[in-house]
Nanobody
Framework: QVQLVESGGGLVQPGGSLRLSCAAS????????IGWFRQAPGKEREGVSC????????YYADSVKGRFTISRDNNKNMVYLQMSSLKPEDTAVYTC???????????????????WGQGTRVTVSS
């Protein structure tokens, strides 16, 4: 059974850090592009970051560049999102995704991904 399970969300003060984790099972991440999306209350889903498997190419939304870092550990079948200098506007449910990498790099378009998790909630507030 294919699954992506996120963890690591929670309440953090502005300026703080969190590391989100995503455990993949039922398939191996080696040939998959991976990414993180988020959806804030009352807003549309937003692509946060992604990385390909073929060449390690990485993209970030402008809103998180320089503050978030995506990484993967294919040996452990894990995906991570290190978030620092968090802002209240980062408050959202964060979802990890995986999609077959056809050598075209990754994308922040949700429709290109085959699998996604249930999400983990991040709240940035004082």
């Amino acid at each position: 059974q294919v699954q992506l399970v996120e963890s690591g969300g929670g309440l953090v003060q502005p300026g703080g850090s969190l590391r989100l984790s995503c455990a993949a099972s039922g398939f191996t991440l080696d040939y998959y592009a991976i990414g993180w999306f988020r959806q804030a209350p009352g807003k549309e889903r937003e692509g946060v970051s992604c990385t390909s498997s073929s060449d390690g190419e990485t993209y970030y939304a402008d809103s998180v560049k320089g503050r978030f870092t995506i990484s993967r550990d294919n040996n452990k079948n894990m995906v991570y999102l290190q978030m620092s200098s968090l802002k209240p506007e980062d408050t959202a449910v964060y979802t990890c995704v995986a999609g077959v990498d056809y050598g075209l790099g990754c994308t922040l378009y949700f429709g290109k991904y085959n699998y996604w998790g249930q999400g983990t909630r991040v709240t940035v507030s004082s």
